[in-house]
């Protein structure tokens, strides 16, 4: 990747993309537009599609009878930054060190989808088109659960007809081993609020007299799973598809050991539910887990209140076949069920995903295993993926096609976390691979 | 009180003099500067003594020999504003709305530290002396629990001398209902943090391979307590004295209904150990009260990491005969025991002060049930205090007397909480009681 090239992923790493904060929904419009002359640039079509929140931006060679559509998919928005104190740098100022870019949305997904524009641009200047129709598809809300691209999908329908579609915003399991993602976990989540006293009081004058809304809230997220990280809510696991024989196999093959577990997590141990390994654990169970929690005075010192409310943000991972609005009927039926005396409680639901999962032994799966044997001078693996992609199922149910889950991202490349990066190596091996794959798609 | 005076206490309101929070040392040095200036324009000895932290004021007419020497005591520090977003005026500029002030200090202690000044102020300017010897004593740190107290009293024996100390700073049952309180509840304080990945981690990734900072804290804080209530760590309540008949008369006695207890919290139900009513509860059973908790992402909208820490703010409310560091250990050991797998766990000890009781039915509690009679016309009733006054004990044991707790702040004073304030009616009552007081004590 030339110099150019770099300062134009750093350009688009700059942009605060954040969508689910509010305030900045005019940044997310400015990278979107960014984007948009990016493609210009390039000789494609383009347009910015304006949805109920934040931007589509979509993008297209000239399609032409008799070839292959392939449709890439990414997204421009990214995670918030917080806790930005916990960042080495700041986290909208992309630096590159020791061969990695440091900023939010290096690896997820800006530096990813960078990559294939690049491919593209490369394939053009040298033999002035594309070997298959194209179209690219990049969104600005996937990290709030793209709640406008079922729609979106519905009403373009015909600007997104394509064959198959391809995704470079998954991982790869170790640096260097070339990985086809096959599946990915489902999202649910909700927000649940403990409400006690009218205002905080003070803890001596009315401790003792009235129930403490964090107490009351340890005790109900307390009981949502048993004490070996199992989730106690019952018929939570009963829609759950059991892994495959080849899967269990396949997976326990992998160079990825519970010590790269350990070190990509920094956990002083690894822990779970029983009779699953690690890999199986993250890639093919559901969990219940905690994503945030606040009540009562949390700065410097001691304030001796009674707090009037404390509250936790939850999230579930699904798999097959498990539904995100069943699931969080169970979720809320328990909690409502264990709800401590003396408080009151109200759930608000979140954004929710559903789980994927194809058949990588045929088709298009066998011509992305070769695209990345090419790329990468070696067989890939065959993955699922702990995250969650929920377009998966819209673009299989609204354009008919399966996704090709081709991702780039290493275990410490601290998506959604702070000090996310991209190795510069693997935007070139982006690159590579959107060339081999347009051209074996082609050829197929 | 004239106009000169209420504008005088609103001036005394204004400084931000939070003890707890360093970036406010120069505000409560300010504040006791303006008590020093107040005091030498009464005509009395002033001085302000600095500490390890924030300084002591000290004020006292001549001594003459052949009088009784009576010490009011009082703070002017005051508790955090947080949660400020909750209060209807900004905190720190008092307003005067339908006869009550409100700002933070109002009540506690600012407006009933005043009110004893203001009453020797007008003794003063009637009959041109007291008639007894008078020392105040009004430190700054009384919110983060008197850290330096202790050594002033023992360092100035010979300046604090006296025979018995008065102390407004505690309630009255209800409007126009003079209270003497003779014992307080003491308070320990600590932080439990608990550790798990050296980052937040995005829940998809790495959800199902490693334990829950949350979910682990919020195993831990519900080990502390059973279903009902009662603190479970072992041997917390082995030292409580038990209560005597004549106070659970007293108390039955008093207006003081579980109606009120509702209204003054605004809780939607009354909580807590079984066996107690909720006065006994408050006044007389300890406590174990969680603070605050943070822990993940707890801005708008959903973040899915899992988060690298979690951690609350607890203290215990304690009573006679238990001891500050030996119920710590208790809960310590208790936490250590219970520590979920796959995290570690930091506890860092907070303040900590001991519970207070004396006999009012002698000596100079008679004597102040007299001025109590005397300033709202009819006989005062006999409570103790949920709240803490840690410099009880040391006045004990290092000044060798007893404190007489004579209160004037109403439960929904809000003291500690947001719209704290303190009716204007209160303020005058004050001045009649410190007249009263010191007419009693040369009298008796």
Same mark, same amino acid.
């Given at each position: 990747?030339? !110099?150019?090239?770099?300062?134009?992923?750093?350009?688009?790493?700059?942009?605060?993309?954040?969508?689910?904060?509010?305030?900045?929904?005019?940044?997310?419009?400015?990278?979107?537009?960014?984007?948009?002359?990016?493609?210009?640039?390039?000789?494609?079509?383009?347009?910015?599609?304006?949805?109920?929140?934040?931007?589509?931006?979509?993008?297209?060679?000239?399609?032409?009878?008799?070839?292959?559509?392939?449709?890439?998919?990414?997204?421009?928005?990214?995670?918030?930054?917080?806790?930005?104190?916990?960042?080495?740098r700041p986290p909208f100022e992309p630096e590159i060190v020791d061969g990695r870019i440091y900023a939010r949305g290096a690896t997820d997904n800006k530096g990813q989808i960078f990559a294939h524009i690049v491919g593209v641009e490369q394939t053009l200047a040298e033999a002035?088109?594309?070997?298959?129709?194209?179209?690219?598809?990049?969104?600005?809300?996937?990290?709030?659960?793209?709640?406008?691209?079922?729609?979106?999908?519905?009403?373009?329908?015909?600007? $997104?007809?394509?064959?198959?579609?391809?995704?470079?915003?998954?991982?790869?399991?170790?640096?260097?081993?070339?990985?086809?993602?096959?599946?990915?976990?489902?999202?649910?989540?909700?927000?649940?609020?403990? !409400?006690?006293?009218?205002?905080?009081?003070?803890?001596?004058?009315?401790?003792?007299?009235?129930?403490?809304?964090?107490?009351? $809230?340890?005790?109900?997220?307390?009981?949502?799973?048993?004490?070996?990280?199992?989730?106690?809510?019952?018929?939570?696991?009963?829609?759950?598809?059991?892994?495959?024989?080849?899967e269990r196999e396949e997976w326990a093959a992998l160079p990825l050991t519970e010590a790269d577990w350990l070190r990509n997590t920094g956990a002083p141990a690894l822990f779970g539910e029983a009779g699953y390994s690690t890999v199986e654990r993250v890639w093919a169970r559901?969990?219940?887990e905690f994503n945030g929690i606040g009540g009562g005075f949390q700065g410097v010192g001691t304030k001796t209140v009674l707090p009037r409310r404390a509250f936790a943000k939850i999230t579930c991972r699904l798999v097959p076949d498990q539904k995100a609005d069943a699931v969080?009927?169970?979720?809320?039926?328990?909690?409502?069920?264990?709800?401590?005396?003396?408080?009151?409680?109200?759930?608000?639901?979140?954004?929710?995903?559903?789980?994927?999962?194809?058949?990588?032994?045929?088709?298009?799966?066998?011509?992305?295993?070769?695209?990345?044997?090419?790329?990468?001078?070696?067989?890939?693996?065959?993955?699922?993926?702990?995250?969650?992609?929920?377009?998966?199922?819209?673009?299989?149910?609204?354009?008919?096609?399966?996704? $090709?889950?081709?991702?780039?991202? $290493?275990?410490?490349?601290?998506?959604?976390?702070?000090?996310?990066?991209?190795?510069?190596?693997?935007?070139?091996?982006?690159?590579?691979?959107?060339?081999?794959?347009?051209?074996?798609?082609?050829?197929?």
């Amino acid at each position: 990747m030339s !110099d150019p090239h770099i300062e134009e992923l750093l350009d688009f790493l700059r942009f605060k993309s954040v969508s689910t904060d509010p305030a900045r929904a005019d940044e997310v419009k400015s990278c979107a537009d960014w984007l948009c002359r990016k493609f210009l640039s390039l000789g494609l079509t383009a347009e910015i599609h304006p949805t109920a929140r934040h931007p589509v931006v979509t993008a297209r060679n000239e399609h032409r009878p008799g070839r292959r559509t392939v449709l890439i998919y990414g997204h421009y928005d990214v995670q918030p930054e917080d806790p930005v104190e916990e960042w080495t740098r700041p986290p909208f100022e992309p630096e590159i060190v020791d061969g990695r870019i440091y900023a939010r949305g290096a690896t997820d997904n800006k530096g990813q989808i960078f990559a294939h524009i690049v491919g593209v641009e490369q394939t053009l200047a040298e033999a002035g088109e594309l070997p298959v129709n194209l179209t690219f598809l990049i969104e600005g809300e996937e990290e709030i659960g793209s709640p406008n691209l079922a729609p979106f999908l519905e009403e373009h329908r015909d600007l $997104l007809t394509c064959d198959v579609i391809a995704v470079s915003d998954t991982g790869m399991v170790a640096p260097g081993v070339p990985t086809m993602t096959y599946g990915t976990r489902g999202v649910a989540g909700m927000e649940v609020t403990v !409400d006690g006293p009218s205002s905080d009081l003070h803890s001596g004058i009315f401790g003792g007299a009235v129930a403490n809304p964090i107490a009351a $809230l340890s005790r109900l997220l307390t009981s949502l799973h048993d004490g070996d990280g199992r989730v106690a809510v019952e018929g939570f696991y009963d829609e759950v598809a059991p892994l495959r024989d080849w899967e269990r196999e396949e997976w326990a093959a992998l160079p990825l050991t519970e010590a790269d577990w350990l070190r990509n997590t920094g956990a002083p141990a690894l822990f779970g539910e029983a009779g699953y390994s690690t890999v199986e654990r993250v890639w093919a169970r559901p969990t219940l887990e905690f994503n945030g929690i606040g009540g009562g005075f949390q700065g410097v010192g001691t304030k001796t209140v009674l707090p009037r409310r404390a509250f936790a943000k939850i999230t579930c991972r699904l798999v097959p076949d498990q539904k995100a609005d069943a699931v969080l009927d169970l979720v809320e039926r328990h909690l409502r069920q264990q709800c401590p005396a003396g408080v009151t409680m109200t759930i608000e639901r979140g954004h929710a995903g559903a789980a994927y999962l194809m058949d990588p032994r045929e088709g298009f799966g066998i011509a992305a295993q070769q695209s990345l044997e090419k790329t990468f001078g070696r067989k890939a693996v065959l993955t699922r993926e702990g995250g969650t992609l929920p377009i998966l199922e819209s673009f299989r149910e609204i354009l008919g096609v399966d996704t $090709l889950l081709l991702g780039l991202a $290493l275990p410490d490349c601290h998506a959604h976390a702070p000090d996310e990066n991209f190795p510069v190596e693997n935007v070139l091996a982006g690159i590579r691979l959107n060339r081999a794959l347009l051209a074996e798609f082609a050829a197929d």
